[in-house]
C-alpha cells in the first residue's frame, strides 16, 4: 500500500479509501464486516461513509452503514487503526426523511452526533459537508444556471462557526467538501483565511474518473495552489469502467441493473468511449478496471482513492491496482481517447 498526508494535518492515509455506501442494501453488515477486515489486513487506513448510506437513501434504511461500521469497531477494537470519514446529508427532496433545515447549526450538531453514536466512536477524524445548500451544477450537471428563484443565503461563515466549535470539543477532527464547486470551494477556503479562528477545508470529495476529469477544469488548480486534496469518488463510474455492462450486458446484483435510474456514466457517448478504453486496456494485457483506477491514482491533486466493492474479488482487483503502474505509452493512449470524447458523464 502507499501512504499519502491529508492536507495541513499530520494524519497519514492509505492511497486507497474504503467506500461504503452499498452496505446495508446490495451488501449485508457480515460482507461490510468482511470487507473492512480484509481492506485493513491490505493496509487500507482511510474508511469513507456517511449518514445518507446505503444508496438508494430510503427512511428504513438510514444511516444504516454507519451502524454497520459502530458494530465492527465494537467488535474488532480497530478503531484506532482507521482514519474515518463521514458527511452530513445535504438539502433535497430525497432527504426529507432525514431533515429539511439544511447546514444550520443544529442540523450540523444533530448530524455529528447521530454519527457519533452509530459509529460507537468518540471522535471523526474527517467531516464532511455531502453536497451544497445552494442550487448548482453537482450531480451530473454539466454547466451551471443560475436559477433566479434560489434564496440561498450565505452561511459559510455561520457553517464553519459551528463545524469549529465541534472541533475544539473533540467530536471532529478536520473538516472537507463534497461535490462542490470551484466558486463553493473558493468561498469557504477564503472565509479561513480571513477569520483565523475559522477551520480550513482540507479536502474536497468529487467524482473523478477516465469518464469524468471535469475536476480538471478549475477545481484541480485550486487543490494544487491552495493545497485542498482531491478524495475522488466513483472512479470506476458506478462499476461501468469495470466492463461489465459491455455489449448491452446486466449482470444480475449490479448497480445499475438494479437501479436503472443511476445512469449517469451509461450514455451512449460514455459507452462509446468506455468501450475505447477497454480496448487499450486489453492491448497492454491490463483490465479495463485495473487502468481506470491507476489513472486516478497517478493525479498529483488526489489524496486517496475511493474504491468500493459489493464481491470480495472487486475488492482485491480494486485494492491491487495501487500496483499498477502506466507506461506513458498508455497515458497517451488515455489522452488521445479523451480529446477525443471529453468528459462523456459529468
Not at 52 to 80: C, Q, S, V
Amino acid at each position: 500500500m502507499e501512504y499519502t498526508t491529508l492536507p495541513h494535518t499530520n494524519i497519514e492515509v492509505s492511497k486507497i479509501c474504503l467506500g461504503t455506501m452499498t452496505w446495508g442494501k446490495q451488501n449485508t453488515e457480515a460482507e461490510g464486516h468482511e470487507q473492512m477486515d480484509y481492506a485493513l489486513e491490505k493496509g487500507v487506513t482511510f474508511f469513507d461513509t456517511a449518514e445518507l448510506y446505503p444508496i438508494p437513501a430510503a427512511k428504513e434504511r438510514y444511516a444504516d452503514t454507519e451502524k454497520i461500521i459502530g458494530n465492527w469497531f465494537k467488535k474488532t477494537g480497530n478503531r484506532d487503526k482507521v482514519i474515518l470519514a463521514s458527511k452530513i446529508a445535504g438539502k433535497a427532496e430525497f432527504t426529507k426523511f432525514i431533515r429539511t433545515t439544511g447546514f444550520d447549526k443544529s442540523s450540523i450538531i444533530e448530524s455529528v452526533e447521530g454519527s457519533l453514536k452509530r459509529l460507537q466512536t468518540d471522535y471523526i477524524d474527517l467531516y464532511q459537508l455531502h453536497w451544497p445548500e445552494r442550487k448548482t451544477n453537482f450531480f451530473g450537471q454539466r454547466g451551471y444556471t443560475h436559477d433566479i428563484t434560489d434564496h440561498w443565503q450565505d452561511n459559510i461563515h455561520q457553517v464553519l462557526e459551528t463545524l469549529r466549535d465541534l472541533i475544539q470539543e473533540g467530536k471532529i477532527r478536520h473538516v472537507g467538501l463534497s461535490n462542490e464547486t470551484p466558486w463553493g470551494t473558493m468561498r469557504f477556503l477564503e472565509e479561513s483565511k480571513v477569520h483565523a479562528s475559522l477551520p480550513r477545508m482540507i479536502t474536497v470529495q468529487n467524482p473523478y474518473s477516465l469518464l469524468n476529469r471535469t475536476y480538471e477544469i478549475g477545481m484541480s488548480e485550486i487543490s494544487m495552489r491552495e493545497d485542498i486534496g482531491l478524495i475522488p469518488y466513483s472512479p470506476l463510474g458506478f462499476g461501468v469502467l469495470s466492463g461489465k455492462y459491455l455489449g448491452g450486458r446486466n449482470p444480475d446484483n449490479a448497480r445499475i441493473t438494479l437501479f436503472p435510474n443511476y445512469n449517469r456514466y451509461s450514455g451512449d457517448t460514455a459507452v462509446k468511449a468506455t468501450e475505447m478504453y477497454h480496448k487499450l486496456a486489453q492491448d497492454h494485457n491490463l483490465s479495463l478496471t485495473q487502468m481506470a483506477l491507476a489513472f486516478v491514482n497517478t493525479k498529483p491533486f488526489v489524496k486517496s482513492n475511493i474504491i468500493g466493492a459489493t464481491s470480495m474479488r472487486q475488492l482485491e482487483e480494486n485494492i491491487a491496482s495501487i500496483d499498477v503502474q502506466l507506461s506513458e505509452e498508455i497515458m497517451q493512449g488515455i489522452e488521445s481517447i479523451h480529446n477525443q470524447i471529453p468528459n462523456p458523464a459529468p
